[in-house]
């Protein structure tokens, strides 16, 4: 057992992200390791889908600066690399949000993906939970230099279940992904190339395989949607539950998110994950049927376990706690029993705001430890970020021992 430990931590190596350090295993992506760390270290992401195999490489939102490329050859990479498509190196040093450079091509990344994007967002069904929609509000310019006439599409039925408005496509090749990985056969791709390619069916067949809801979840605009839900409700009066039920599908795992309003579930959808990506259940990504998710839109089709858990930051959560749904403050309970003083190191304001620590100075977002030093206090939060959750259950060990 020792020896598989050993082995274990010898497997890994390490990479700092925006100065902060974690450990992966070897052929991860930077962008998979800095999603380890979280928060705003990892980069955004357009085309790139883990559980998508050959995703990513294409829209460059995941621009990172490798400002050394590893222990043994320190030297930088003189261009930006996109995160989703390079793999770590032991002793690889990374800046996301801490390289002007990175911010600087974002910023055209994004100008270029809205080209011919058009901005109707207020009739948009991907409103409120469109990626493109979150980046344009931090990285986007207020008007636009493009002078040319915009490309334009008429809407296509692609389907019984799914629309097609290929004016909002961004191209990420995600769609393609899922009806190649999931769906029995693909009926649907891109047709030509550069600035004419565009998504279409081949001669305008439908596409009506029984996986084939997944790409409206996979599409991170408004390009393909629920032709069951459109225009029925905005997606921030709704409220998600998980919910699940025994599908007669063999492939479709049956655990999903009903979005509700009321007594009525207006919409089904998979069970996403921080990154808005499918979650994974049992050891696989939890896809789900077009039974599923177009027919069974009636309360008791389902079990409901309670409510699905939704990103922080995220147009959902507005105005959905207040009065009746207190979120739980034991934070001893919610942590599996830790001191939230050791946990999360938070002391009195004033140490916070302690003058010594100059935080515009910092060169990475600022953490525990940075406070910790300026106070001179003993330091108890780990070296590294992302074994947080084994130097937590040793802390547990050692706390339940003390007590
Ligand atoms: S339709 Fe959506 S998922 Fe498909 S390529 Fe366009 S943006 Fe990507
Ligand atoms: S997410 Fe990396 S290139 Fe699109």
């Known amino acids: 057992m020792a020896d598989e430990i050993k082995k274990d931590t010898a497997a890994k190596v390490k990479v700092t992200i925006d100065g902060i350090t974690t450990e992966v295993a070897p052929g991860t992506s930077i962008i998979e390791a800095a999603r380890q760390i979280g928060g705003a270290v990892a980069p955004p992401a357009m085309c790139y889908y883990k559980s998508l195999e050959g995703s990513g490489g294409r829209c460059r939102t995941c621009l990172v ?47 270029f993906l809205l080209i011919n994007h058009p901005l109707d967002c207020p ?29 334009t599409f008429i809407l296509e039925d692609i389907g019984p279940y799914i629309k097609l408005h290929m004016t909002r496509c961004i191209l990420c090749y995600r769609c393609i992904h899922v009806a190649d990985q999931i769906t029995e056969k693909r009926i649907h791709g891109v047709m030509d ?35 069951t839900f459109r225009f029925k409700n905005r997606v921030w009066f709704t409220k998600p539950v998980y919910v699940h039920r ?54 008791s089709d389902w079990v409901i376990e309670g409510p699905a858990t ?67 206090i003993d330091n108890k939060i780990p070296e590294n970020p992302g074994n947080a959750e084994k130097y937590n259950s040793e802390l547990l060990k050692s706390s339940t021992k003390e007590n």
């Open 310 to 376: 939704v990103r922080k930051i995220s147009v959902v959560n507005v105005n959905k706690y207040r009065n009746t749904i207190k979120p739980k403050e034991t934070l001893m309970d919610v942590m599996g029993g830790l001191k939230p003083n050791l946990l999360m190191n938070i002391r009195s304001v004033s140490e916070v705001n302690d003058p010594d620590i100059k935080l515009s100075e910092l060169n990475r977002p600022a953490i525990a430890r940075d406070f910790d030093i300026a106070n001179d």
């Open 246 to 299: 025994d599908c007669e599908n063999p492939k479709c795992c049956g655990k999903a998110t009903a979005w509700m309003r009321g007594d009525e579930i207006f919409r089904v959808t998979t069970r996403d994950n921080e990154w808005g990506e499918v979650q994974i259940i049992d050891g696989e990504p939890a896809w789900i049927c077009n039974t599923c998710r177009f027919e069974k839109k009636q309360v």
């Open 193 to 227: 190339r550069g600035d004419r390619a565009f998504i279409s069916t081949y001669i305008s067949r439908a596409i009506d395989n029984d996986f084939s809801g997944n790409m409206i979840d996979v599409c991170p605009v408004g390009a393909l949607t629920d032709r």
């Open 65 to 111: 600066e490798v400002t050394q490329g590893s222990a043994a050859n320190p030297r930088p990479i003189p261009k930006l690399v996109a995160s989703c498509r390079t793999s770590v190196e032991e002793g690889m040093v990374v800046k996301n949000i801490t390289s002007e450079r990175v911010l600087d091509a974002r910023d055209g990344v994004v100008e």
């Open 123 to 151: 009739i948009c069904d991907q409103a409120g939970e469109c990626d493109l929609q979150d980046l344009s509000y931090s990285h986007g310019n207020e008007g636009t230099r493009y002078k040319f006439v915009r490309r």
